[in-house]
């Protein structure tokens, strides 16, 4: 489900390097330190996500394996 929405941040690092590169090779300074900026603040978006993902794969495993237990808990007690 998170994987998803890991994808624009990702893309969009991509195109900010690209664009970054090119500004860089005309000399644009500016623009450089504009892109910069734009890409500590997605890359840090980027690892939100990937932190939030981790938890919700942790969580979602541990939940499945309480479950499974659970039910292996009253099929012992059922069937002694």
């Given amino acids: 489900m998170i994987s998803a929405p890991l994808r624009a941040p990702n893309y969009e690092i991509a195109a ?41 794969n942790e969580s979602t495993t541990a939940i499945a394996n309480e479950r499974t237990c659970r039910l292996g808990c009253y099929a012992k007690l059922a069937n002694p």
């Fill in 16 to 56: 900010y390097e690209g664009l970054r590169r090119m500004a860089k090779a005309m000399g644009e300074d500016k623009a450089v330190e504009l892109l910069d900026a734009n890409l500590a603040e997605e890359k840090k978006a980027l690892a939100t996500w990937a932190i939030a993902a981790r938890v919700s």
